[in-house]
């Protein structure tokens, strides 16, 4: 009798250590390594313009002679556009299919050309929809501008955005922008990814 007693405590350690390890298991898959957010991988096509401007949708034309790099492979995008009295933006853009998060997209750019306040930017939304065409769930332009002529390169970002809950897709776009009379501006060197959520903005 006492040793049947004794096998079946005996079982009961062994299935108390069993279940032990499955929850300590259960524990550690739980935890998500995508949960820290970290800086993922340039989520656009063609960002650096290499021999081209597929994969971006609008007016723009290729650049052979112009890179941020002084890559002579590589080349940039161009913007142009004349002011009239029935638009403003030269606007060029790639959608992409993108989960709740935070974002920044950042680029650089080049006015080579038109009026001293004609300028080139950034705007980036997030939609609902899967095609980039709503009303903005949320949204963000770059925080500065390039603006005027310019002898080289300057960065511009949007800065860590976020993408709220529902979100399905985020339309990354290229503006070029006249003020008088005509703007031309290059991009290069986009870059559009996931971002650490900012636990203390910057003030
Ligand atoms: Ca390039």
Redesign the pocket.
Known sequence: MRQVFVAQRHRLQIGLFVMAVLVAGAGSAAVDPGDAHPTGPNLLTNP???GDVSSWLGPATWDSRH???G?RD????RLSRPRTSSNSCATEEQCLAVNPGTYELSGKALVLAGDSNGSASLRLHFCATTDCMCSPLSFGGSLGLVRGRQDAWLPLTTGPLVAPAGTQSAGILLLACPEKDLVEADF??MVFRRVPTATNPPK
């Open positions: 650096g313009f290499d890179d941020a790099g890559n590589s080349g940039s995008l290069d060197d």
